[in-house]
């Protein structure tokens, strides 16, 4: 994760680097979920696929987190901009039971994100399972990594990030 200002504002570094931090848990969880609900679609509908086999092998702790980098990044700050309130330090002050706090909260709103974005976007989960299984210089992992970029820029729920960002990540 890049420890950075994605909006006016973006300035609460502790929880920055809290998401720094579990970087790495929350890639394995996106990962997961994306690939349990890629393989159950292939099932249920009894399609065989090239990311079938992949993925089937791929451990989603041990991928090139690269792939990934930008859909977290954007994510995440989403997830401070949403809940920038609920994100300052509770009395008495930060602290063990504060990161978790804040470590919980994140990982409940990611797999809500995750949840609407599969619901209000076509591929999300398949674009995802591509990255990972066609990493980098692979042009299918390059595509999918340009489409999850696209499809979060174009969410209305990410119109606050700011303009800079959006040209730097994803052209």
Same mark, same amino acid.
């Not at 570094?13 to 809290?18: D, E, F, K, T, Y």
């Not at 679609?41 to 079938?52: A, C, G, K, Q």
């Given at each position: 994760?890049?420890?950075?200002?994605?909006? /006016?504002?973006?300035?609460?570094?502790?929880?920055? +680097?809290?998401?720094?931090?579990?970087?790495?848990?929350?890639?394995?969880?996106?990962?997961? +979920?994306?690939?349990?609900?890629?393989?159950?679609?292939?099932?249920?509908?009894?399609? /065989?696929?090239?990311?079938?086999? $992949?993925?089937?092998?791929?451990?989603?702790?041990?991928?090139?987190?690269?792939?990934?980098?930008?859909?977290?990044?954007?994510?995440?700050?989403?997830?401070?901009?949403?809940?920038? =309130?609920?994100?300052?330090?509770?009395? /008495?002050?930060?602290?063990?039971? =504060?990161? $978790?706090?804040?470590?919980?909260? +994140?990982?409940?709103?990611?797999?809500?994100?995750?949840?609407?974005?599969?619901?209000?976007?076509?591929?999300?989960?398949?674009?995802?399972? =591509?990255?990972?299984?066609?990493?980098?210089?692979?042009?299918?992992?390059?595509?999918?990594?340009? $489409?999850?970029?696209?499809?979060?820029?174009?969410?209305?729920?990410?119109?606050?990030?700011?303009?800079? $960002?959006?040209?730097?990540?994803?052209?």
């Amino acid at each position: 994760m890049i420890v950075g200002e994605y909006f /006016p504002g973006d300035d609460n570094n502790h929880v920055q +680097w809290i998401q720094h931090d579990c970087y790495g848990e929350a890639l394995a969880m996106i990962g997961k +979920w994306c690939r349990n609900r890629y393989l159950s679609s292939v099932r249920d509908l009894d399609i /065989p696929t090239l990311i079938r086999n $992949k993925a089937l092998s791929l451990p989603m702790n041990g991928f090139d987190h690269r792939t990934l980098q930008l859909f977290h990044d954007f994510l995440a700050a989403s997830f401070r901009f949403y809940n920038a =309130e609920d994100l300052q330090p509770k009395l /008495p002050f930060p602290g063990e039971d =504060e990161e $978790k706090r804040i470590k919980s909260m +994140w990982f409940s709103y990611l797999e809500i994100e995750l949840e609407r974005f599969s619901t209000e976007h076509k591929g999300i989960v398949k674009n995802v399972m =591509e990255a990972v299984c066609y990493s980098n210089p692979n042009p299918i992992g390059i595509r999918a990594e340009d $489409k999850l970029a696209h499809i979060v820029i174009n969410d209305g729920r990410y119109d606050f990030l700011s303009a800079e $960002k959006k040209k730097l990540w994803a052209p």
